[in-house]
Each structure stands twice: as C-alpha cells, then as structure tokens.
C-alpha cells in the first residue's frame, strides 16, 4: 500500500493507521497484523495491527505510531508484507486500513 503525501512544513510527525481486524477474540488466538512501514522506500519502522475482537470488523482503533522526520515536499508512505512480518499465527495475518494519521510533533 502506496501513500502519497505533501508535508508543508519540515518536522518530526507521528504516524499511525486507522484499522479494523476482526478475526479473533482480543484475549485469545494470535492474529494480529503487521507491517513494515517505509517512508521513500527507507525502513522507518513496523506497524502493528492487533485483532480487536471476533466478527468485529466495524470496530476501529489506531496502530502504533512511528515518529518520522520529514522534509517539506512530498514523500511516498509505504506498508509492506515482509518476511520478517510473518506472525506466530502463520496464516492469518491482515486487517483493513481506511485512514493514516500524521501528528506535527516538533517543528526541528
């Protein structure tokens, strides 16, 4: 999943991902989603997108954040199914994202 975006000002941004993953009980099973997040095709971290209850695929919640330095301009976010993203399930590994959330945090 390509994410094009325009930053307008120069700054560390917090960055998470709206979500929804219904495949399991919150308190059991281990299926929750996970994806490394790049920024211009640099590594920046990994988002992790936990179940958040059987069937509940209209229950929304925000991933982790990843700060990120970025320059005025634009910029290509990324969320890649990687190797290393593989979870203990081995199979199930997905949720849906509908939004990405960028929070200004320092303006250095």
């Known amino acids: 999943m390509n994410i094009p975006v325009n930053i307008t000002e120069s700054g560390i941004y ?8 219904g495949n399991v ?3 059991t099973e281990n ?5 490394t997040f790049t920024v ?11 179940q958040r209850g059987k069937g ?6 925000y991933s982790n954040a990843v700060k990120v330095r970025l320059q005025k301009g634009s910029h290509i976010l990324s969320l890649q199914f990687k190797e290393a993203n593989e979870n203990m399930n081995g199979d199930i590994n997905e949720a849906m994202i509908d939004n990405v959330r960028l929070i ?4 250095r």
């Open 14 to 21: 917090a960055i998470d991902f709206r979500y929804a993953n």
């Open 25 to 27: 009980p919150v308190n």
């Open 31 to 35: 299926k929750c989603a996970i994806r």
């Open 40 to 50: 211009d095709n640099n590594v920046a971290g990994v988002i992790v997108l936990p």
């Open 56 to 61: 509940e695929w209209s229950n929304w919640g």
């Open 104 to 107: 200004k945090l320092d303006a």
